[in-house]
């Protein structure tokens, strides 16, 4: 007997359709798993095979041919176990094939018949819906996940014994909802501006980094703040749109790595600790999966200890940065990867960390802190719109009773800065902030009067500024006037987007 099953197939953060094809006949006794099938797939047999034993079914004493069609796409992972074995069951006649023409199933078995949980569960639903399928058999810990993808009816079963009772109108099993965090506790985190004391300077350069999704490098020296700073970004930023907790749940479900069953409702902040390797930054390997930068996506990467990583790491960071998407090209596959992340990197200013201190003495000589500050390349500096040095708090005001501004009165004049920018950008595709804007757009939406090109015609001689750096300045300052509800950039927004290149080039020793 021949039977379809509908099943999908991960390719980047998006799935293409499979159809498991099943066919019993004679001419030998056996399994033959065919369709470009890797060594989990080809694994699934013996699975099968000890999971038929222990809930009471048997293999066919027949050949048994499968088929994973398209055979031309690489298949990977346990998630075909399920839609094989229900394949295998329903060529037995042991269900009705006519029970599987509207479903897509997935899901890995454990030895005992057990159905476990996969990666990428979110992406599969997407895809079902997508090919007209109308309901969707998956393992019970991923239900939630895919439940909230509408217009899909999701039936999450904890045993192979319960999928085939239900395919077979044995087990009645209840549709699963999906999990939605309340607001109010979304909106929390442990971490609040409130809890920094001093840091003006610094916290005005964090407002405006979320305001227009601009990228900062804070230098200085320990114990400064720097990342106690950097970790409180994610609290001022825009909560997510719709379109972006989608985006970004589906990217952490083909990763493995989502925090919750439902949608992601926080902006994701990602740390990689500096001995990363480039692989787990941009993503890939041998089975691949998406890296830091699109873990990141539509949130934070923190880059703490910035010159201790990589050259070759940091390096790789030059694409995503200025086209916020990852192509990852291998021998056997090509996948884009979104990567649109605010990066915030922090260093300290010198090997001993103590330069320009303004207690401590610097113990690192001229070529020491000219070795280490070059460590950070002149293009991968052009990509940060802003570079602040953060200096030590006084004890004096540590001591102040009086808590600084919260982080939720920032977040409000971040998101009417937002607001404005979407009004700016409406209809044009892909451009969301200031930080994203085009060449065209900048002449269109950053013009300055003759004083303001004054200023900046002598900020680019004195520093020394490619002409990316000029762009990125202009970019600031356009989020500062919009901070401020100016329609028109004002000299006053230009001195101080460029006070934000002070390490740049002839500060940094180049």
């Given at each position: 007997m021949f039977v379809r099953i509908h099943t999908a197939a991960l390719a980047g953060i998006d799935a293409l359709p499979v159809t498991v094809e099943v066919h019993i006949g004679g001419g030998g006794v056996g399994l033959y798993l065919v369709g470009l099938p890797d060594n989990a797939v080809r694994e699934s047999e013996q699975r099968i095979r000890a999971a038929f034993e222990n809930t009471g079914e048997r293999m066919p004493g027949r050949k048994v041919v499968v088929n994973l069609a398209p055979a031309d796409l690489?298949?990977?992972?346990?998630?075909?176990?399920?839609?094989?074995?229900?394949?295998?069951?329903?060529?037995?006649?042991?269900?009705?094939?006519?029970?599987?023409?509207?479903?897509?199933?997935?899901?890995?078995?454990?030895?005992?018949?057990?159905?476990?949980?996969?990666?990428?569960?979110?992406?599969?639903?997407?895809?079902?819906?997508?090919?007209?399928?109308?309901r969707m058999l998956l393992p019970a810990a991923n239900a939630a996940e895919a439940a909230v993808v509408e217009g899909l009816e999701i039936v999450g079963v904890s045993t192979l014994g319960e999928a085939v009772g239900y395919l077979n109108g044995e087990t009645p099993l209840c549709s699963a909802e999906p999990l939605r965090e309340p607001a109010a506790e979304a909106a929390a985190y442990a971490e609040d501006f409130a809890d920094v004391k001093g840091q003006t300077r610094v916290k005005r350069a964090l407002e405006i980094a979320a305001a227009g999704g601009h990228n900062l490098l804070l230098v200085g020296a320990p114990g400064s703040g720097k990342t106690m700073?950097?970790?409180?970004?994610?609290?001022?930023?825009?909560?997510?749109?719709?379109?972006?907790?989608?985006?970004?749940?589906?990217?952490?479900?083909?990763?493995?790595?989502?925090?919750?069953?439902?949608?992601?409702?926080?902006?994701?902040?990602?740390?990689?600790?500096?001995?990363?390797?480039?692989?787990?930054i941009i993503g890939g390997g041998q089975s691949p999966r998406p890296g830091e930068v699109s873990l990141a996506h539509n949130g934070v990467l923190f880059l703490?200890?910035?010159?201790?990583?990589?050259?070759?790491?940091?390096?790789?960071?030059?694409?995503?940065?200025?086209?916020?998407?990852?192509?990852?090209?291998?021998?056997?596959?090509?996948?884009?990867?979104?990567?649109?992340?605010?990066?915030?990197a922090a260093m300290n200013p010198c090997p001993c960390g103590y330069y320009n201190h303004p207690t401590r003495e610097c113990t690192c000589s001229p070529g020491a802190v000219h070795r280490y500050m070059g460590r950070i390349s002149g293009p991968l500096m052009d990509r940060i719109d802003m570079h602040i040095e953060v200096t030590p708090v006084d004890p004096a005001e540590l001591?102040?009773?009086?808590?600084s501004e919260p982080s939720a009165v920032i977040r409000e004049r971040v998101v009417r800065a937002r607001e404005l920018q979407q009004r700016r950008f409406a209809g044009v595709g892909g451009v969301r902030t200031n930080a994203r804007m085009t060449p065209a757009l900048l002449r269109s939406c950053c013009a300055l009067d003759a004083e303001a090109e004054r200023l900046l015609g002598r900020a680019m001689e004195r520093l020394a500024l490619s002409a990316r750096a000029y762009d990125r300045i202009l970019k600031v300052a356009r989020t500062i006037a919009d901070l401020a509800g100016r329609e028109r950039i004002e000299p006053v927004d230009v001195a101080e987007a460029v006070g934000y290149r002070s390490l740049d080039r002839e500060s940094w020793g180049r």
């Open positions: 690489r298949k990977e992972g346990a998630a075909f176990d399920l839609p094989i074995a229900v394949g295998i069951l329903a060529a037995m006649e042991r269900i009705d094939p006519a029970r599987l023409e509207e479903t897509l199933l997935c899901g890995e078995l454990s030895l005992d018949g057990a159905v476990c949980g996969v990666r990428g569960v979110l992406s599969l639903a997407l895809a079902a819906r997508a090919a007209g399928l109308r700073l950097a970790r409180r970004l994610p609290t001022i930023l825009p909560p997510l749109t719709a379109e972006e907790a989608l985006e970004t749940t589906k990217i952490h479900s083909v990763a493995g790595s989502l925090p919750g069953a439902g949608l992601m409702t926080r902006r994701p902040f990602r740390a990689p600790h500096h001995t990363a390797s480039a692989v787990s703490d200890e910035l010159p201790e990583f990589g050259r070759a790491v940091l390096e790789v960071l030059r694409q995503p940065l200025e086209e916020r998407r990852i192509a990852v090209s291998r021998a056997r596959y090509r996948i884009d990867y979104p990567a649109d992340f605010i990066l915030v001591q102040r009773p009086a808590p």
